[in-house]
T-cell receptor, first 115, second 115 residues
Framework: AQKITQTQPGMFVQEKEAVTLDCTYD???????LFWYKQPSSGEMIFLIY??????QNATEGRYSLNFQKARKSANLVISASQLGDSAMYFC????????????FGTGTSLTVIP | DVKVTQSSRYLVKRTGEKVFLECVQD?????MFWYRQDPGLGLRLIYF???????EKGDIPEGYSVSREKKERFSLILESASTNQTSMYLC??????????????FGPGTRLTVL
């Protein structure tokens, strides 16, 4: 099994500033995938960004980037130029490469963007 | 676009009732999942299915069962609802053959209250 740890239950950030949401993972698998999701108050889970364990470059998707430090087993999400619409819960998740079936989720971080 | 629908957004049931939560996806995905989400606990996997009539227990299957008679439909059943099953239930689907990079696609969630 894989374990995902998100140590920040709640975070605040000023509008237009950057914010980093922490995620560490614990796995013995060599091959795995890491995902970040956003969940607004409406409840739907929105896929943001993916990083593969063998990817050498950090993933980026628009204002989202993933600070992947494999040796430290961390996959922090960086949101640049925060907007009010970024206020939401954010979940980090991993999937092992051997089966690709079960996703393992962290407990989430609630981000509030302050005008 | 992948679409995952769930039969109800909000549901109120009484203790002891049999409850059916239905999930339908329209992208011919082999893998389907049921999670429950509780504050501070993140998403926890109840059951998943990797093919019609196939199912695997997740981390918290007790008190739940599932049914997958057709590829597009995955049902979660609470045989005798209890108050500790009050929660948000999320269904997801995923393409089995696209490797690690493919995300899970989530439905809008069902907020179940058991009185």
């Amino acid at each position: 099994a894989q374990k995902i740890t998100q140590t920040q239950p709640g975070m605040f950030v000023q509008e237009k500033e950057a914010v980093t949401l922490d995620c560490t993972y614990d796995t013995s698998d060599q091959s795995y995938g890491l995902f970040w999701y956003k969940q607004p108050s409406s409840g739907e889970m929105i896929f943001l960004i993916y990083q593969g364990s063998y990817d050498e470059q950090n993933a980026t998707e628009g204002r989202y980037s993933l600070n992947f430090q494999k040796a430290r087993k961390s996959a922090n999400l960086v949101i640049s130029a925060s907007q009010l619409g970024d206020s939401a819960m954010y979940f980090c998740a991993s999937v092992p490469g051997n089966t690709g079936n079960q996703f393992y989720f962290g407990t989430g971080t609630s981000l509030t963007v302050i005008p | 676009d992948v679409k995952v629908t769930q039969s109800s957004r909000y549901l109120v049931k009484r203790t002891g009732e049999k409850v059916f939560l239905e999930c339908v996806q329209d992208m011919d995905h082999e893998n389907m999942f049921w999670y429950r989400q509780d504050p501070g606990l993140g998403l926890r996997l109840i059951y998943f299915s990797y093919d019609v009539k196939m199912k695997e227990k997740g981390d918290i299957p007790e008190g739940y069962s599932v049914s997958r008679e057709k590829k597009e439909r995955f049902s979660l059943i609470l045989e005798s609802a209890s108050t500790n099953q009050t929660s948000m239930y999320l269904c997801a689907s995923r393409d089995r053959d696209r490797g690690l990079t493919d995300t899970q696609y989530f439905g809008p969630g069902t907020r179940l209250t058991v009185l």
